[in-house]
């Protein structure tokens, strides 16, 4: 119990770190904003510990099943540190800093072909932004799309050649996915393929969707501004870390689908053998 609630603090302090990083790293941050930072950082950080420190979870999936929350945590707050970085050295320099920029340009640059999310994210800044600003945005988007990239790889590699989930121990379906309903009605193997291929179809769309959505919203509702650093990096963040959590979400659900299936198999072809026998 009590390892389990250190680990459950432990966890809390690094999403609430997560989510105050960018308002303790950049500057020129307000008083109200750093207390709406604050607030939010305690909320989550909050959740974080009440949902790990139970014996079951209630809403994060695949809490018993690591890497994947872990990579996609490390993903996030790489993302995170990065931008955050980035947009600390453009008003206070570093080597560190311009390493990063510099670093950034060029994947941004490689990523800005026709057709590319990242050519629809420098596309959506509004009219009139500087040739700095594009510039900024275009490294902010590449190194957000690198990262989520590299993440993607680096779990279908472990699914594919470290036999995740089941290399250190048996999977527990019903504590590892408190949201999918059983009872639901329809066979668990082929809902599962069909949430697999839901998520990994929205993770493939959404990089495009978003900059369109974007674009709309900031013509008709709320002008997109790139003044604010904060907006920036949450916006860039978001745009690629949430369709690679959807592909890696798809791709764990095909490869439960798989072991369910091929357990049924063995069950079917030893009743088999023992209809025969009989």
């Given at each position: 119990m009590i390892k389990r609630?250190?680990?459950?603090?432990?966890?809390?302090?690094?999403?609430?770190?997560l989510i105050a990083m960018p308002a303790m790293m950049l500057p020129g941050v307000t008083s109200d904003t750093a207390q709406m930072v604050a607030l939010l950082a305690l909320i989550a950080s909050v959740l974080t510990f009440v949902e790990y420190v139970?014996?079951?979870?209630?809403?994060?999936?695949?809490r018993d099943a690591a890497p994947f929350n872990r990579m996609r945590f490390l993903a996030l707050f790489a993302t995170i540190l990065l931008l955050s970085l980035i947009a600390r050295g453009?008003?206070?320099?570093?080597g560190l800093s311009q390493t990063l920029s510099a670093m950034g340009h060029s994947i941004g640059d490689a990523m800005d072909f026709p057709f590319s999310p990242v050519r629809l994210m420098v596309l959506m800044a509004p009219e009139g932004a500087s040739a700095a600003d594009l510039t900024l945005l275009r490294t902010h988007a590449g190194l957000a799309y690198?990262?989520?990239?590299?993440?993607?790889?680096?779990?279908?590699?472990?699914?594919?050649?470290?036999?995740?989930?089941?290399r250190h121990g048996a999977f527990n379906f019903w504590v590892n996915l408190p949201l999918f309903d059983p009872t639901a009605g329809g066979d668990v193997l082929r809902r599962l393929k069909r949430d697999s291929h839901v998520n990994v179809a929205l993770g493939f769309l959404l990089?495009?969707?978003i900059p369109a959505v974007l674009k709309l919203a900031s013509e008709y509702a709320?002008?997109?501004?790139?003044?604010?650093?904060?907006?920036?990096i949450w916006m860039m963040t978001a745009w690629a870390f949430l369709p690679a959590s959807l592909i890696m979400r798809g791709v764990a659900l095909m490869r439960i689908a798989d072991l369910?299936?091929?357990?049924?198999?063995?069950?079917?072809?030893?009743?088999?053998?023992?209809?025969?026998?009989?």
């Open positions: 609630m250190v680990a459950a603090a432990a966890r809390a302090f690094l999403v609430a770190l139970a014996e079951y979870p209630s809403l994060i999936e695949f453009e008003v206070y320099p570093t690198l990262v989520s990239l590299m993440t993607l790889l680096v779990f279908v590699a472990t699914v594919r050649l470290l036999s995740w989930p089941i990089p495009f969707l709320y002008p997109m501004s790139m003044d604010d650093p904060q907006t920036m369910i299936e091929e357990k049924r198999r063995r069950a079917y072809a030893l009743a088999e053998l023992q209809a025969q026998a009989v």
